[in-house]
């Protein structure tokens, strides 16, 4: 029951990295590759502040770091023509010396003792069970952030933003400058992987100068299999659909690391797997259908 229950925590808090990821992959159509550097960076900065006293700081500060990660990679990308990709696996180098020299050049931090949001929420409503209160409060962060992210979608800006991902050239002849829109767009991409990390830090008590190793792929892993339930619709349903299969992919590698098949260090392999998996299962059921129109068209044309 405890691990349900863990897993149900740690995938509503990674899935505000999961929706950061569907922002950069699905609605801007550009895979981001600074997720990496820009959770371990939300980490970092959240860590930091925690000890010193301000864990509320440290969350609206590593938002903040995420966000300029973001640009960073948007201005590579937009003015110096570097290829998306290129862009984000620069940012990402840059940011893990970056993420050391915030960590004081240490691998890791331990908030043992700190205050962070997680020690006082469970310390104001002490009537509910540590495992209770701590599954509340990230429920309501997880839907926080997604209703906020639907609602921007739905302004202008993000009309702006959803636009450019699905015909730029489109967006340009409508007076509507593109690299604007894109800087914007890994801006609130990276913001929210950052919040992420920020608010693992101060969940698990420790920030790891690794921790950022393989987000990418555990952010794709969740909006697929978001998608293989939900589908492709729209883009608050996306959001829905990532957040979702945040919690799905997690409840997926707690039965796979309960089982001894898989030793603990196959994490990394475990995580490959599931998303090879569900990168297949929709062209499966492509081929299902095409197979299925095929018999059918047979059948008709030999009557």
Do not use: W
Not at 14 to 38: E, H, K, Q
Not at 124 to 149: E, K, P, Q
Not at 228 to 242: D, M, P, Y
Not at 274 to 287: E, T
């Amino acid at each position: 029951m405890n691990v349900i229950i863990s897993s149900f925590q740690l995938g509503l808090l990674y899935a505000l990295m999961a929706l950061g990821v569907y922002i950069a992959f699905r609605v801007l159509n550009i895979p981001d590759l600074t997720v990496d550097g820009s959770f371990t960076l939300g980490l970092a900065v959240s860590a930091v502040l925690s000890i010193h006293g301000h864990p509320y700081l440290g969350i609206l500060a590593a938002t903040a770091a995420g966000a300029l990660a973001g640009i960073c990679t948007g201005l590579l990308h937009t003015k110096v023509k570097i290829h998306a990709i290129l862009s984000g696996i620069l940012t990402m180098t840059a940011l893990y010396s970056i993420n050391l020299f915030i960590m004081g050049s240490s691998a890791n931090i331990s908030l043992m003792g700190a205050p962070t949001l997680f020690s006082r929420f469970t310390a104001t409503f002490s009537f509910m069970s540590l495992d209770i209160a701590r599954l509340a409060l990230c429920f309501v962060l997880c839907v926080i952030v997604t209703a906020l992210l639907a609602l921007l979608f739905k302004t202008k800006l993000g009309l702006s933003i959803r636009a450019t991902g699905d015909n730029e050239d489109m967006v340009r002849s409508s007076s509507i400058n593109p690299d604007f829109t894109k800087c914007v767009a890994l801006s609130v991409s990276n913001a929210c992987v950052a919040l992420s990390g920020a608010f693992i830090a101060q969940y698990q008590n420790f920030a790891d100068i690794s921790s950022g190793s393989g987000m990418i792929i555990i952010g794709l892993a969740s909006v697929i299999i978001g998608e293989a339930v939900f589908g492709k619709r729209s883009v608050t349903i996306g959001l829905i659909s990532a957040a979702v299969g945040s919690i799905a992919y997690r409840m997926i590698m707690a039965i796979a690391m309960q089982n001894k098949f898989f030793p603990t260090f196959a994490l990394k392999l475990v995580s490959a797997i599931i998303v090879v998996i569900a990168l297949a299962i929709p062209v499966i059921q492509q081929k299902m259908k095409d197979n299925k129109i095929r018999k059918e068209a047979t059948l008709h044309a030999n009557r």
